[in-house]
């Protein structure tokens, strides 16, 4: 079965410094999506892309996050000035062309900031 | 604001029970449910969805029934295995245009007992 691929699974980093989480959606998928879990807590929506430009946007993701789909594989979750309260699981997610149908979730990057 | 809910934290079922987790929403605009499952260290993984147009759907060991009248959303697993020990996750997505991210409840964290 077709699956969502996110990397690094672990990504530890210093307060201020820039991350970038990737992911491979499955290859079929056109809607694409960055979400996240504190430890604990419910999984929350960041944002949504579809078209090459972000649909949807919570208030989680301000100007300090961006989203780009470089090379028409990866789609990749940038944090320009990481924050203690950035420290959370971010999942990717990916979906058909109908927006009504399930999304794939991939397995997360956990990313520590220190 | 509005909000996805789930009533208990925690369900533990003796093995070969049947269970159910609740879920209760808020948001009328909702048109589309699903249930995630989501074990320890993993995204979430796709259970059964559900539309507003209909009521009940049954899928492999599980069901989910939709009340539209008083907003409450319920996964029943038949025949609990000790892999269905997860967390569990109602999510909801709101009518409207282009991809639209879900609301996910809290999580019910569902325990078999051999």
């Known amino acids: 079965e077709p699956e969502v691929t996110q990397t690094p699974s672990h990504q530890v980093t210093q307060m201020g410094q820039e991350v970038i989480l990737r992911c491979v959606p499955i290859?079929?998928?056109?809607?694409f999506y960055w979400y996240r879990q504190i430890l604990g807590q419910k999984v929350e929506f960041l944002v949504s892309?579809?078209?090459?430009?972000?649909?949807?946007k919570s208030e989680i993701f301000d100007d300090q996050f961006s989203v780009e789909r470089p090379d028409g594989s990866n789609f990749t979750l940038k944090i320009r000035s990481t924050k203690l309260e950035d420290s959370a699981m971010y999942f990717c997610?990916?979906?058909?062309?109908?927006?009504?149908?399930?999304?794939?979730f991939g397995s997360g990057t956990q990313l520590s900031v220190l | 604001g509005e909000s996805v809910g789930l009533h208990l934290p925690t369900l533990s079922v003796q093995e070969g029970d049947n269970s159910i987790i609740n879920c209760a929403y808020s948001?009328?605009?909702?048109?589309?449910f699903i249930w995630y499952k989501q074990e320890s260290g993993k995204g979430p993984q796709f259970i059964i969805d559900?539309?507003?147009?209909?009521d009940k759907r049954q899928g492999q060991r599980v069901t989910v029934l939709l009340n539209k009248t008083v907003k409450h959303l319920s996964l029943q697993i038949a025949a609990t295995q000790p892999g269905d020990s997860a967390v569990y996750f109602c999510?909801?997505?709101?009518?409207?245009?282009?991809?639209?991210?879900?609301?996910f409840g809290k999580g019910t964290h569902l325990i078999i007992q051999p």
């Open positions: 999510a909801e997505r709101a009518r409207g245009g282009g991809a639209d991210g879900l609301t």
């Open positions: 559900i539309r507003s147009n209909m």
């Open positions: 948001n009328s605009a909702s048109d589309y």
């Open positions: 997610a990916s979906g058909p062309s109908n927006r009504d149908e399930k999304l794939f």
């Open positions: 290859s079929n998928h056109l809607y």
């Open positions: 892309f579809y078209n090459n430009e972000i649909s949807e």
